[in-house]
């Protein structure tokens, strides 16, 4: 029953961090713009962080060591250099679209500018890392998390063909706007295997205290956490097909159309339910960025970490996770588009993956780490085709993104 | 025990299962005729930059020396003796408290975290 209870709230949180403003703007824009056909994107992303999620969750359980750690510790400083600033300054980027996301909802709700927005929100995340608990903030916030559910109810309710559904989960050539279509499918992955998940999720498996006996409770909560933060990231492409395509919208180029997704299935509350989604997943999503980068600096140069600590039980930690919050809300409060931040970002994050997928080769099959659990063929297989992929996103997503992106 | 795979960049603890940093760099002494051995393990800035090159090793111990004075114009060093391989990691028997390898960590408290309220 305990390890029952476990694996629901690790699903829960899980879903909290899947889905953040890059998936859902990614998804939305590729439902306004291609129908279903791009599904697939989402679906391949899904596969790959279930992997990525899965071995990083175990290599924390049985090495209580994080990834971060891992690569610093396995690769020597020379190599973990190149992660360490990579990661740094794509999760800066990430971190302030997030806030560009919740600044965005509350000029939403209340009509005064997002960048007004932007330096409240972050120092309202800076609150809840500094007062806190990991718990507290890796259930609390998910679990407000699941609102954003409504856009699979949403997806349901405006009874879609199924079959074209499934039918855009498997990939096939566009029609038209083909740089277009690369763009939005190499931004849809990079947006779903995303760094800092998985890196957080090593993190969280120690704030937690993992050890061999949570293996199970990892692989279901990887698989079912990830599949559910990708069903719902499959339901804002539904809603986007259905709703903003109808309605002459193809481009979704400014946040404010967004919100008229809702709006046909559940009238005004639509809106509400739109604006709290946002809110919350990117808001839930900024908290896990600024910690991540904290971790990662933390864990890369071997001081003490730990969320649950006092920040004056861990000054240098704590440091960085303030600096990185407020640094991260100034290009927001200096009207930087959050939107294009965000198309952007996600961009980028997909460039920058062979840097952190690679060491999960080496660290799943090294047995001081992993014992006896290290990567089977299939695991490897996957990690070796998540390179592959990782490598031709990280040389075609920016040419796309300068040719065909928005 | 191989050094650049079970020494080098591995977390080191204090007796206190404190996470006082990496091992940044190793010192070894050679000996005529006898093969190296290894005398102590540093921490810090200082050491991170000269593996960077000789150059940034330079700026680093110029920089440390004008921030921290004279006390931190060296690497912190810890003799092998103290040091005990985990497997994993390497524990110390010292106390990060003893040592000035926290100093910055202690003045960052003192002077900017320890004064924010709820802290």
Known sequence: ?406 | MELMRDLLDKQVFDRRRVKIGKVDGVVAELRRGKPPRIVAIELGSITLARRLGARPGEWMAQLATRVGGKRHAEPHRIAWKKAQDNGLDIECDIEVGETSIFAWQDWLRDHVIGRIPGA
């Open chain 1, 1 to 406: 029953m305990k390890k029952l209870l476990e694996i629901s709230l690790g699903v829960v949180t899980s879903v909290g961090g899947f889905l953040e403003v890059g998936s859902m703007a990614t998804a939305a824009q590729a439902g306004a713009a291609f129908g279903f056909q791009l599904i697939w994107a989402i679906v391949l992303g899904t596969i790959c962080i279930i992997f990525l999620v899965e071995m990083a969750g175990r290599f924390a359980a049985m090495s209580h060591h994080t990834i971060s750690e891992g690569i610093r510790e396995r690769f020597g400083f020379n190599v973990f250099l190149w992660p360490l600033l990579v990661v740094l300054l794509v999760n800066f980027m990430v971190l302030s679209a997030e806030i560009g996301g919740v600044a965005i909802a509350l000029e939403l709700a209340t009509g005064i500018g997002f960048q007004w927005w932007a330096l409240p929100v972050a120092l309202l995340a800076w609150l809840l890392l500094w007062k806190g608990t990991f718990g507290f903030i890796e259930k609390g916030v998910s679990v407000l998390g699941l609102v954003t559910l409504c856009f699979v109810v949403g997806s349901v309710m405006l009874k879609p063909d199924w079959t074209a559904v499934a039918g855009g989960a498997v990939p096939s050539l566009p029609a038209h706007d083909a740089i277009n279509y690369w763009f939005m499918a190499s931004s849809i992955l990079g947006a779903s295997i995303s760094p800092y998940l998985f890196m957080f999720y090593s993190s969280g498996a120690i704030e937690d205290k993992w050890d061999e006996s949570h293996l199970g409770a990892n692989r279901a909560i990887a698989g079912l956490g990830m599949t559910f933060g990708g069903t719902i990231s499959i339901g804002v492409l539904i809603v986007a097909a259905l709703v903003l395509a109808t309605r002459g919208i193809d481009q979704v180029d400014d946040y404010h159309q967004l919100p008229l997704m809702l709006i046909p299935i559940f009238g005004f509350w639509g809106f509400v339910l739109f604006v709290a989604s946002l809110a919350i997943a990117c808001f839930g999503a900024a908290l896990e960025v600024g910690l991540q980068q904290a971790y990662l600096v933390a864990q890369g140069f071997g001081w003490t970490w730990g969320e649950d600590r006092k920040p004056r039980d861990d000054p240098g930690f704590s440091a960085v996770y303030t600096a990185s919050l407020f640094l991260a809300a100034i290009p927001i409060v200096l009207g930087l588009d959050p939107l294009r931040l965000t198309i952007f970002s996600m961009a980028v994050t997909a460039a920058s993956l062979p840097l952190t997928v690679v060491p999960f080769l080496f660290l799943l099959n090294d047995e001081r780490y992993v014992g006896e659990h290290r990567n089977g063929i299939i695991s490897n297989a996957a990690v070796i085709f998540i390179i592959a992929l990782a490598f031709v996103l990280a040389v075609v997503t920016i040419p796309l993104q300068i040719f065909g992106g928005t």
